[in-house]
């Protein structure tokens, strides 16, 4: 089961950041929290992952909270090709590490 | 970078008859292989873990022999759909972890398969 709650939806206007939150509150110690998006009918694209530092890619940045209950993805520069859904996920430990998703949330990228 | 593709993108069958899915990893070596599902306007689902040399494990609820799962070689995984009936239709959606990589245990994900059953 999805160990992470999203909200349902965001709109952000093309150029500005969008910041989209996730809450992970029973994130175990050693989990790492990532985050994927999946673009209309096309498989989940890997964006970010993160253990306890907030981090930064060619794509985007990770803030991790203190706690670790709570991370925020953010595009610095949203585009119009950012419109997606938006998928926040800790991994299950174990031999498998399964992916289990959630809802997600569908970032609305307008003119 | 790692990549992972599918076999057919789209596929249309007639009820009451079986559908092979194609699960590649193009250039890395996946010991282990997920199986996703995922219908209209929802998330995807987990459906099984595909490990190469054994059988895979299937997530509750997902019928086993319905959905045959075989991960013959590091590169290969296949899905077959048997039996297949109208509610199989489906985005099927395959994701493969890299052997030698080590934490975080990212996974790449294939393009997915459009699945319609008629």
């Known amino acids: 089961d999805a160990k992470t709650t999203q909200p349902t939806s965001m709109d952000c206007a093309e150029g500005r950041a969008a910041n989209l939150p996730c809450n992970h509150s029973t994130i175990s110690g050693n989990e790492y929290v990532y985050w994927y998006r999946q673009i209309h009918s096309q498989g989940p694209q890997y964006i970010i992952h993160?253990?306890?530092n907030n981090e930064t890619n060619e794509m985007a940045s990770l803030i991790i909270t203190e706690d670790r209950k709570s991370s925020t993805l953010i595009l610095p520069h949203a585009t119009l090709r950012d419109t997606a859904v938006y998928y926040c996920?800790?991994?299950?430990?174990?031999?498998?590490?399964?992916?289990?998703f959630g809802s997600g949330t569908k970032l609305n990228v307008k003119p | 970078g790692a990549v992972v593709s599918q076999h057919p993108s789209w596929v249309i069958c007639k009820s009451g008859t079986s559908v092979k899915i194609e699960c590649r990893s193009l250039?890395?070596?996946?010991?282990?292989m997920f199986w996703y599902r995922q219908f209209p306007k929802q998330s995807l689902m987990l459906m099984a873990t595909s490990n190469e040399g054994s059988k895979a494990t299937y997530e509750q609820g997902v019928e086993k022999d319905k959905f045959l799962i075989n991960h013959a070689s590091l590169t290969l995984s296949t899905l077959t759909v048997t039996s297949a009936h109208p509610e199989d239709s489906s985005f099927y959606i395959c994701s493969a972890r890299d052997l030698l990589a080590g934490p975080p245990y990212e996974q790449y994900f294939g393009p997915g398969t459009r699945l319609t059953v008629t």
């Open positions: 250039d890395f070596q996946a010991t282990t």
């Open positions: 993160g253990l306890k």
């Open positions: 996920i800790v991994r299950v430990g174990g031999n498998f590490n399964k992916f289990y």
